[in-house]
């Protein structure tokens, strides 16, 4: 698994400070700082790992592996994926290489559909790497909290279940913040090798009720795209 918090660093994921990041090129100039995300993710998380049970270190390789695939522009400072073999698909449609996801960047391949553009509250074809970030760093000024909530098997297929959530406290393509929590929650298979780097990833979720809960506040009784992550909504 992804190697433990290093000193000074963040307390969830590896591979940020420290002597291995020494010749890191980082897509901003600089490491990424979760501070602010980190602190909702403590405050609403409904999880409380141990350190060190398989749970907190899948945990762990998510974040760490988000965070690289985000920050880090060379496949050799990547240090949780296997860059000449990864692969990312979503709710069960083309898988993508890693070249592929670095180009469009993570929000565009999370949110790919086979919707006809008309009826798509955001369109992952018309945006770029750059336009996609600051959607939804715009609409989640405070971030966008990930959590692991189940485990069902350990390496070298290791399946999970997780929750993904923040606060529209800004606007979103030209809809005003409703200051609501927008989730959901879904599976996500990571297929690692020996060394525990990223194969491969296949996640699942509803797209759908996720991107209507920027439109007008979600439903506090039933939830915000909390439904089995089946490919309903694609």
């Given at each position: 698994?992804?190697?433990?918090?290093?000193?000074?660093?963040?307390?969830?994921?590896?591979?940020?400070?420290?002597?291995s990041e020494r010749d890191t090129v980082w897509r901003y100039g600089a490491p990424p700082n979760y501070d602010v995300v980190n602190k909702l993710f403590e405050a609403e998380r409904t999880q409380v790992w141990p350190e060190g049970s398989l749970e907190e270190k899948v945990q762990r390789l998510l974040k760490t592996?988000?965070?690289?695939?985000?920050?880090?522009?060379?496949?050799?400072?990547?240090k949780t994926v296997n860059s000449a073999k990864?692969?990312?698909s979503t709710n069960g449609m083309?898988?993508?290489?890693?070249?592929?996801?670095?180009?469009?960047?993570?929000?565009?391949?999370?949110?790919?559909?086979?919707l006809p553009p008309e009826h798509?509250?955001?369109?992952?074809?018309?945006e770029t790497l750059e336009s996609s970030m600051a959607t939804f760093l715009t609409a989640f000024p405070r971030g966008f909290a990930i959590e692991v909530l189940d485990v069902y098997s350990g390496p070298p297929k290791i399946a999970f279940k997780f929750r993904h959530w923040g606060y529209m406290e800004g606007?979103?393509?030209?809809?005003?913040p409703h200051g609501q929590r927008v989730e959901f929650v879904g599976v996500c298979i990571f297929h690692v090798d020996e060394e525990m780097k990223v194969e491969k990833s296949e996640y699942f979720y509803e797209r759908g009720n996720f991107l209507a809960s920027f439109l007008s506040p979600p439903d506090a009784a039933s939830?915000?795209?909390?439904?089995?992550?089946?490919m309903q909504g694609n």
């Open positions: 698994m992804a190697a433990a918090a290093e000193v000074g660093g963040d307390k969830y994921r590896s591979f940020i400070h420290g002597e592996w988000e965070m690289e695939l985000v920050h880090k522009v060379r496949p050799e400072d990547q990864y692969t990312a083309k898988a993508l290489s890693r070249a592929e996801v670095m180009a469009i960047g993570g929000y565009n391949n999370f949110l790919r559909t086979k798509r509250i955001f369109d992952p074809d018309q606007p979103f393509k030209g809809h005003p939830g915000s795209g909390s439904g089995c992550p089946v």
